[in-house]
Nanobody, 125 residues
Framework: QVQLVESGGGLVQAGGSLRLSCAAS????????MGWFRQAPGKEREFVAA????????NYLDSVKGRFSISRDNAKNTVALQMNSLKPEDTAVYYC??????????????????WGQGTQVTVSS
């Protein structure tokens, strides 16, 4: 059974940092692009960041560029999202997602096959 489990969410003041982690089990994702999405209350799920299977290529939502950084460790089957200079508008449930094997970067949720349950990030002003 394939599972993606996020951790690292929490409550932080504006300007602070959090590091989200996603641990994959059930299969290796070393050959698949992975991404992070988020969903705020009353809003649609939106793309945050994606990383290629090798880690050589990344893509970010414009509003998080320069503040967030996505990385992966294929040996450990994990992907992380380092979030710095957090703003109240970053408050949302953050989801880890994985595409199928030998897939490329994508900012579209429908391209992702596997999803975690999400972790809450709350940024207070």
């Amino acid at each position: 059974q394939v599972q993606l489990v996020e951790s690292g969410g929490g409550l932080v003041q504006a300007g602070g940092s959090l590091r989200l982690s996603c641990a994959a089990s059930g299969r290796t994702f070393g050959n698949a692009a992975m991404g992070w999405f988020r969903q705020a209350p009353g809003k649609e799920r939106e793309f945050v960041a994606a990383i290629s299977w090798s880690g050589a290529r990344t893509n970010y939502l414009d509003s998080v560029k320069g503040r967030f950084s996505i990385s992966r460790d294929n040996a450990k089957n994990t992907v992380a999202l380092q979030m710095n200079s957090l703003k109240p508008e970053d408050t949302a449930v953050y989801y880890c997602a994985a595409r199928g094997a030998y897939s490329g970067l994508s900012a579209y949720a429908y391209d992702y096959v596997y999803w975690g349950q999400g972790t809450q990030v709350t940024v207070s002003s």
